[in-house]
């Protein structure tokens, strides 16, 4: 039986996945960083969008593109907590998402080992 501990681990673990592949991406076409000032820029438009984490995102964004690769795929707290409101919705490919999906589902999960991405 999964504890809500190891249930919280997992989700965390598959969003960095995500976003390491996010990373790739933006080494190779950098300029994708618009598409998640957009996302952010939509989202503050809508209501009920939490203004403090979309500006805290914003900040990030407008820095270097190498400093974003960085904190995306970081294990610190700020960077986990920021991961829970990714503005890099529409980065990964449906077939991609499923990937990283089966890959940190709870029968197929096993901490410390890599996904296979197919």
Not at 1 to 26: F, N, P, V, Y
Request: aromatic share 6%; proline share 6%; hydrophobic share 35%.
């Amino acid at each position: 039986m999964q504890t809500a501990d190891s249930d919280h681990g997992r989700l965390e673990e598959r969003s960095l996945a995500m976003h390491r592949l996010i990373a790739e991406k933006l080494r190779s076409e950098p300029a994708l960083l618009a598409k998640a000032l957009d996302n952010l820029h939509r989202w503050r438009d809508s209501e009920g969008s939490p203004e403090p984490v979309l500006a805290e995102w914003e900040r990030l964004l407008r820095g270097p593109v190498g400093q974003v690769i960085q904190f995306i795929t970081e294990r610190s707290e700020r960077a986990t907590r920021l991961r829970q409101s990714s503005p890099f919705a529409g980065f990964l490919t449906a077939a991609e998402r499923k990937a990283i999906y089966e890959s940190y589902s709870a029968r197929t999960y096993h901490p410390g080992r890599q996904p296979d991405r197919g």
